[in-house]
């Protein structure tokens, strides 16, 4: 076939194969009304072959409707789109259960071959570029199932996994099918494989996709006719089936030239990714410094000659005296401590006894009484990204905390979409007090009347609520709020009482959701660049989920994985340890971690040492938040009461 007004033709060996017209220039790469990307998108079109990228080629094309993975190549429609039940910011809802579970399933059976792959294979980079596609499409599958979001931001989701998918399915081909065909160590084929194949100048190029069996089609110079051997010639397919009609959204051009396949992949990356993104409220940190590190106080460990007995092995029933021993050896600690430190006046174990309060370790309590605090930062940022979960156990009646936690429920959705929006704000305590009571209606003035400072709290609520919905197709209607919520399986009204259970949970949830937030933005100002790394970013996850990869704004209150607030000193070093490797290439390291920096587990000979590791652990961290941020940390808890 001849194409650009004769001045090249195209060739290929498989005689039934089709020919698509090549993207010779990018006149403007975009998202298209499909959320795809046209004809310069590689999940749809043959591009150039990139070794780089070699296994781009390999994806499959897209099937008849009643293959078993035909979802997997599925459009989004508003049927689809399941809106949130009595919801008062109309456009907010998920993907329906039904269609999810479905994706899910297909992406399942992937990830199981995907971490097989990865166990058992030995190029390095190939095992590495595995992990992280499976990474990227667990968390995904998270971020589309749990967190709420607009249709535009539904459709975005589910086209984002389907194409991490089958990038990781052409992934996997190419190591195990086509690499060994073009290594010569499998035998070649002459049919050509159901994929998107590429288009090539490079005849090396060329005898490899041959010998693989990749559909391939060569790109010649008009002046190259007469030493070629044409069979047959056919017509040339300029489009097809491929979606190029302009998006009903905003869409920016992302690349547009001569056609690069690894500047053209980062781009649609980076503009797939921006949907999957959780923006901090807090500033970055070119706005704003991080004081240096002040001295910690130094932690003398225990005498590890004495005999000890171990207890961590014992059953369950004998957590209650594991926590006392530990508290016990708190109570030593303080007395063996050269020097007090001005501390935190506001925290967590101050609310020790309250019913209500989820279990914590004893080291946050321990810690927080020895933070610096003579020495704040320069620019405060005492707000919080979700509202301060003391403000439950703070209140002066149980009627205002059942109260606290129904407009929780009531805005929760909301609350947790505006971090899926750029520039989120933290929020004072005093904005959220007025927001979870649910008054934030302001009295009509008078003529001449002066506006009251409630009337003003009122007013920033709902200046909160509305700046929480810039997205396409979701509005705010303050005036229709429900009268009731749902907690899992449970429903409430206004006036109702909650069970301490889901008190705790409740409370869990938001100082999850704080804590994740805040360690996210202290790694992301004190690390350096150089150092963020793909490792980096997987110890970050477990000290959030135990693995490697999951969604910060999703919280299973149903885990019985406890992270720091495990219930055993020895269930929780797995995530001291992780903390501690993660603070280690954050600036000011050397002094904040200079007492922890050199420990391994096998130092931790007994629960006293344990213990002692733990709280200077949690001590360099809440010292690094006050450092960076002049206010207290919020402490990880668990749903449950020891």
């Not at 780089?52 to 099937?63: E, K």
């Not at 010569?184 to 693989?212: C, N, Q, Y």
């Not at 909301?414 to 971090?419: E, G, K, P």
């Not at 269930?571 to 340890?577: G, Y």
Request: hydrophobic share 40%.
């Amino acid at each position: 076939a001849v194409i650009d007004g004769g001045r090249f033709f195209l060739t290929t060996p498989f005689p039934n194969l089709t020919l698509y017209h090549p993207i010779l220039i990018v006149e403007g790469m975009r998202m298209r009304e499909d959320f795809r990307f046209g004809l310069d998108d590689y999940i749809q079109w043959p591009q150039r072959w990139d070794r780089s990228l070699c296994h781009l080629a390999c994806i499959l094309r897209a099937p008849s409707d009643d293959h078993s993975w035909s979802v997997m190549w599925w459009t989004p429609t508003t049927d689809f789109f399941s809106l949130e039940r009595d919801a008062f910011a109309s456009g907010l809802g998920r993907l329906k259960y039904s269609r999810s579970m479905e994706i899910r399933k297909i992406a399942r059976e992937l990830l199981e071959r995907s971490d097989t792959f990865c166990r058992t294979h030995n190029n390095e980079s190939e095992v590495s570029m595995a992990r992280r596609l499976s990474r990227q499409l667990s968390d995904r599958l998270i971020r589309l199932e749990c967190v709420p979001c607009s249709f535009r931001q539904m459709c975005t989701l589910v086209t984002a996994v389907q194409r991490i998918f089958l990038e990781l399915h052409a992934l996997l081909e190419y190591c195990d099918v086509y690499k060994p065909r073009m290594d010569g160590s499998a035998d070649p084929v002459k049919t050509p494989a159901a994929v998107v194949g590429a288009f090539t100048w490079d005849l090396d190029d060329a005898a490899l996709l041959f010998r693989a069996g990749v559909p391939f089609w060569f790109i010649h110079c008009h002046s190259d006719i007469a030493r070629v051997t044409v069979s047959a010639l056919a017509p040339v397919l300029t489009e097809g089936h491929i979606c190029s009609r302009e998006s009903q959204y905003p869409s920016k051009i992302i690349f547009k030239g001569v056609p690069n396949l690894r500047v053209q992949y980062s781009a649609i990356q980076s503009s797939v990714d921006e949907v999957f993104r959780t923006f901090s409220p807090f500033q970055s940190y070119s706005n704003f410094t991080c004081n240096r590190p002040t001295r910690t106080l130094t932690i003398n460990g225990p005498d590890r000659t004495r005999p000890t007995t171990d207890k961590r092995s014992r059953p369950c029933e004998c957590l209650w005296f594991v926590f006392y021993a530990e508290l016990i050896y708190l109570f030593f600690e303080d007395k063996r401590s050269s020097s007090k430190l001005s501390g935190i006046d506001r925290h967590i174990g101050l609310f020790s006894s309250n019913p209500f309060l989820p279990y914590f370790s004893p080291s946050w309590s321990w810690a927080y009484s020895r933070v610096s605090t003579i020495n704040p930062p320069s620019h405060k940022q005492t707000g919080y990204a979700f509202p301060d979960p003391l403000l439950l156990v703070a209140v002066q009646s149980t009627a205002k905390m059942y109260t606290y936690c129904f407009n929780w429920l009531r805005f929760r959705d909301l609350l947790i979409f505006r971090l899926t929006k750029p520039s989120p704000a933290l929020i004072t305590n005093v904005i959220w007090r007025q927001l979870l009571s649910g008054d934030f209606v302001p009295k009509k003035r008078e003529p001449g009347e002066t506006e009251s400072l409630a009337s003003v709290r009122k007013t920033e609520v709902r200046s909160l609520l509305g700046n929480c919905l810039s997205e396409s197709g979701v509005e705010l209607h303050l005036d229709q709020l429900p009268s009731t919520v749902r907690w899992r399986e449970s429903e409430f009204s206004e006036n109702s009482s909650f069970p301490s259970s889901i008190v705790r949970e409740i409370f869990y949830e938001i100082s999850i959701l704080n804590f994740r937030c805040e360690l996210t933005a202290v790694d992301d100002a004190l690390t350096p660049s150089h150092l963020q790394t793909e490792e980096h970013r997987s110890l970050v996850n477990f000290c959030f989920f135990g693995r490697s990869d999951g969604d910060i704004l999703s919280v299973d209150t149903t885990s019985s994985t406890h992270g720091f607030a495990a219930n055993s000193c020895t269930s929780r070093l797995p995530f001291v340890f992780a903390l501690r490797d993660v603070m280690l290439v954050w600036s000011g390291s050397a002094t904040r971690c200079r007492e922890i920096s050199a420990a391994s587990i096998e130092d931790m000979s007994d629960v006293h040492a344990s213990v002692s590791f733990e709280n200077r652990v949690v001590l360099s961290y809440l010292q690094a938040v006050f450092d960076c941020f002049g206010r207290a940390a919020v402490a990880p808890v668990c749903p449950e009461c020891f």
